[in-house]
């Protein structure tokens, strides 16, 4: 028997497929909105993720110019080039040499560099190939049209003085951030506030769209020093010259503004040059506000003045300094060069006897000293903002005994930086006023009093019989009156002092109205070796005087002193003749000055 099977029914096999594109159109539906309403935002970020970003809109650091507009700063736009990891392995492998060449390394280290990046973030993040680089670099780089290589804006600082204002400007990193000196003091002010805006990047990194702009760019703020770039010349010029031919290791030299505290120069021995930083980190230390000194006979100034100041002394007050040497506690004997026999006061710091100047230091109490040379910003920061000053060190007077109260009257047994030494004698000079040195033109900077005008101005007189009859007459300055105070230290090392040594002079011109004061430090005249010259009145008062003669020239400070510098001609024409040179005893007077104790 034949079984005959039916075939389903048409209608049967329709409604099958309506059930089928019913179930289809239901999945499609919930898809959709769970696309479109459920994860809307979840998705939405993710593809922005892949192709919309927030970049930074680089902006231009502020440019710092000079006291007469010069500028010793500046930015110039540069390319910086980055790339996504992953697009360029999976896409540019083949370009990797050429773009190695354009960036100036070898392929394998540039193919490691990617690689381990990729690791590290998975592929998500950029990282940067080389920054800065030079716009036409990054041109030829962009031309070779390699996956996930890209370039944006950035800036590169320059320095149009080099090394000659390097300790004073630092310089910036990478990121155009200051990282030492006024860059870094001042970086806040400079930098500015970077941009931001919120593009769309196709897959090669390039911004195909500005969508909006986040935070709008703030450039950096100009900054204008009260440093006169020709003084700073002219102070590093003489300094290096006298580093070289006297064979010293280190120098440096600061030139102050008496009327207002601003620091026209400022310049260190050895230099670098910001622009190529290389070699020795330790040239890159601004020695003048970072290394502390041994004052030596430049801090007799302000004993005598501690000693006016107590009302026991007087500038013709006679002190005995015979024989010439002084037996302290202990068994230490101080020397002068010879026996001076009866001085006065001024004969103390004409002659630099280190005897006359504890006999005045012994007879004052213990906490009036101090007080004076604290008031004269001696053991703190002189207050010039500088990143990195040095306090110095002025040991409390509690623990003074005879032989501490009698080596700081003649400059031992404190530290202080040649900043302290300029601010000092800057105060000396503007009638007993102190005021905090600055690197800022036009900062309002008020004074202090910390000495009496008279006896301020009594100071400054007794200072210039150092230049006129004293062991400092290499400091002079045609046509100007000159004071001021020489010193030679000797150099302590591991607890000792050594036969090496530190010149000093300390000095302010011109006498009848002090416009400008300069200090001179000098390491190490000589190499340390035995029989050349080494002291202050030899190594850094010629110094002062050649940066002095010049500034002031600059400046155009009338001279005070043109009765005693010029003479008649037969022509009738004025002609310049040198000062009389000072006794035979002041060329001795400038070879001992150490007055370490023996």
Same mark, same amino acid.
């Given at each position: 028997m034949? *079984?005959r099977?039916?075939?389903?029914?048409? !209608?049967?096999?329709? /409604?099958?497929? &309506?059930?089928?594109?019913? %179930?289809?159109? #239901?999945?499609?539906?919930?898809?959709?909105?769970?696309?479109?309403i459920v994860?809307?935002?979840?998705?939405?970020?993710e593809?922005?993720?892949?192709?919309?970003?927030?970049?930074?809109?680089?902006?231009?650091?502020?440019?710092?110019?000079?006291r007469?507009?010069?500028?010793?700063?500046?930015?110039?736009?540069?390319e910086?080039?980055?790339?996504?990891?992953r697009?360029?392995?999976?896409?540019?492998?083949?370009?990797?040499?050429?773009l190695?060449?354009?960036?100036g390394?070898?392929v394998e280290?540039?193919?490691q560099r990617?690689?381990?990046?990729l690791a590290?973030?998975?592929?998500?993040?950029?990282?940067?190939?080389?920054?800065?680089?030079?716009?036409?670099?990054?041109?030829?780089?962009?031309?070779?049209?390699?996956?996930g *290589?890209?370039?944006?804006?950035?800036?590169? !600082?320059?320095?149009? /003085?080099?090394? &000659?204002?390097?300790?004073? %400007?630092?310089? #910036?990193?990478?990121?155009?951030?200051?990282?030492?000196?006024?860059?870094?003091?001042?970086?806040?002010w400079?930098?500015?506030?970077?941009?931001?805006?919120?593009?769309?990047?196709?897959?090669?990194?390039?911004?195909v769209?500005n969508?909006e702009?986040v935070?709008?760019?703030?450039?950096?703020?100009?900054l204008?020093?009260?440093?006169?770039?020709?003084?700073q010349?002219?102070?590093?010029r003489?300094?290096?010259?006298a580093?070289?031919s006297n064979?010293?290791?280190?120098g440096?030299?600061?030139?102050?503004d008496v009327?207002?505290?601003?620091?026209?120069a400022?310049v260190?021995?050895?230099?670098?040059?910001?622009?190529?930083?290389?070699?020795?980190?330790?040239?890159?230390?601004?020695?003048?506000?970072?290394?502390?000194?041994?004052?030596?006979?430049?801090?007799?100034a302000f004993?005598?003045?501690?000693?006016l100041?107590?009302?026991?002394?007087?500038?013709?007050?006679?002190v005995?300094?015979?024989?010439?040497?002084?037996?302290?506690?202990?068994?230490?004997?101080?020397?002068?060069i010879?026996?001076?026999?009866l001085?006065d006061?001024?004969g103390?710091?004409?002659?630099?006897?280190n005897?006359g100047?504890?006999?005045?230091?012994?007879?004052?109490p213990?906490e009036?000293?101090?007080?004076l040379?604290?008031?004269?910003?001696?053991?703190e920061?002189s207050g010039?903002?500088?990143?990195?000053?040095?306090?110095g060190?002025?040991?409390?007077p509690r623990?003074?005994?005879?032989?501490?109260?009698?080596?700081?009257s003649?400059?031992?047994g404190?530290n202080?930086?040649p900043?302290?030494?300029?601010?000092?004698?800057?105060?000396?000079?503007?009638?007993?006023?102190?005021?905090?040195?600055?690197?800022?033109?036009?900062?309002?900077?008020?004074?202090?009093?910390?000495?009496?005008?008279?006896?301020?101005?009594?100071?400054?007189?007794?200072?210039?019989?150092?230049v006129t009859?004293?062991?400092?007459?290499?400091?002079?300055?045609?046509?100007?009156?000159?004071?001021?105070?020489?010193?030679?230290?000797?150099?302590?090392t591991?607890?000792?002092?050594?036969?090496?040594?530190?010149?000093?002079?300390?000095?302010?011109?011109?006498?009848?109205?002090?416009?400008?004061v300069g200090?001179?430090v000098?390491?190490?005249?000589?190499?340390?070796?035995?029989?050349?010259?080494?002291?202050?009145g030899l190594?850094?008062?010629?110094?002062?005087?050649k940066?002095?003669?010049?500034?002031l020239?600059?400046?155009?400070?009338?001279?005070?002193?043109?009765?005693?510098?010029?003479?008649?001609?037969?022509?009738?024409?004025?002609t310049?003749v040198?000062?009389?040179?000072?006794?035979?005893?002041?060329?001795?007077?400038?070879r001992?000055e150490?007055?370490?104790?023996?």
């Open positions: 034949t *079984v099977v039916r075939p389903p029914s048409l !209608r049967k096999r329709m /409604s099958f497929v &309506v059930m089928v594109l019913a %179930l289809a159109s #239901t999945a499609l539906i919930v898809r959709a909105v769970d696309l479109q994860r809307k935002d979840f998705y939405q970020g593809g922005d993720a892949r192709h919309l970003r927030d970049i930074p809109i680089q902006v231009s650091r502020g440019t710092i110019f000079d007469n507009g010069e500028p010793l700063a500046v930015s110039t736009p540069v910086a080039i980055w790339a996504i990891p697009e360029v392995l999976d896409k540019g492998r083949d370009q990797l040499p050429d190695a060449r354009a960036l390394v070898d280290s540039l193919t990617l690689t381990q990046r590290q973030t998975a592929g998500r993040d950029f990282m940067y190939l080389k920054r800065p680089v030079d716009p036409d670099v990054a041109e030829e780089i962009l031309a070779m049209h390699i996956p *290589v890209a370039s944006e804006r950035a800036f590169r !600082r320059y320095y149009p /003085s080099g090394e &000659v204002a390097g300790h004073v %400007l630092g310089f #910036t990193n990478v990121d155009d951030r200051g990282q030492e000196g006024l860059e870094l003091a001042f970086d806040e400079l930098a500015g506030q970077p941009g931001v805006k919120r593009v769309i990047r196709d897959l090669r990194g390039q911004v769209e969508v702009l935070r709008e760019a703030q450039p950096g703020r100009d204008t020093l009260s440093i006169d770039r020709r003084i010349y002219l102070a590093y003489e300094l290096k010259s580093i070289i064979s010293a290791t280190s440096s030299m600061i030139v102050l009327r207002n505290g601003e620091i026209l400022m260190n021995q050895p230099s670098y040059n910001p622009n190529a930083r290389s070699g020795d980190a330790a040239y890159r230390r601004n020695r003048a506000l970072t290394d502390v000194i041994e004052p030596g006979s430049t801090m007799k004993t005598v003045a501690a000693g100041e107590s009302g026991k002394w007087k500038p013709n007050t006679p005995d300094t015979t024989p010439g040497t002084y037996l302290l506690a202990g068994g230490y004997t101080i020397r002068d010879r026996n001076f026999g001085l006061v001024t103390i710091i004409t002659k630099s006897s005897v100047a504890i006999k005045i230091s012994l007879t004052l213990n009036s000293f101090y007080d040379l604290h008031r004269f910003g001696f053991g920061v010039s903002g500088f990143p990195g000053e040095s306090p060190f002025l040991p409390p623990s003074w005994g005879p032989v501490e109260k009698a080596t700081i003649y400059g031992y404190l202080v930086t900043m302290q030494l300029a601010q000092a004698y800057a105060a000396l000079a503007n009638g007993g006023r102190l005021r905090p040195p600055t690197f800022v033109k036009g900062t309002l900077n008020p004074d202090v009093e910390v000495l009496s005008p008279q006896i301020a101005a009594t100071m400054v007189s007794m200072l210039e019989t150092v009859v004293g062991g400092g007459a290499k400091a002079g300055v045609p046509n100007y009156r000159v004071a001021g105070k020489t010193g030679t230290a000797r150099r302590a591991g607890g000792s002092y050594e036969s090496r040594h530190v010149s000093l002079f300390a000095g302010m011109v011109p006498v009848t109205d002090p416009r400008l200090v001179v000098i390491h190490d005249p000589g190499g340390g070796r035995g029989g050349a010259p080494y002291y202050g190594v850094s008062a010629p110094v002062f005087s940066v002095m003669t010049e500034a020239r600059l400046l155009d400070v009338p001279p005070d002193n043109v009765q005693n510098w010029y003479t008649g001609s037969p022509d009738g024409r004025p310049i040198p000062p009389p040179p000072a006794p035979d005893e002041a060329s001795d007077l400038s001992y150490e007055g370490v104790p023996q």
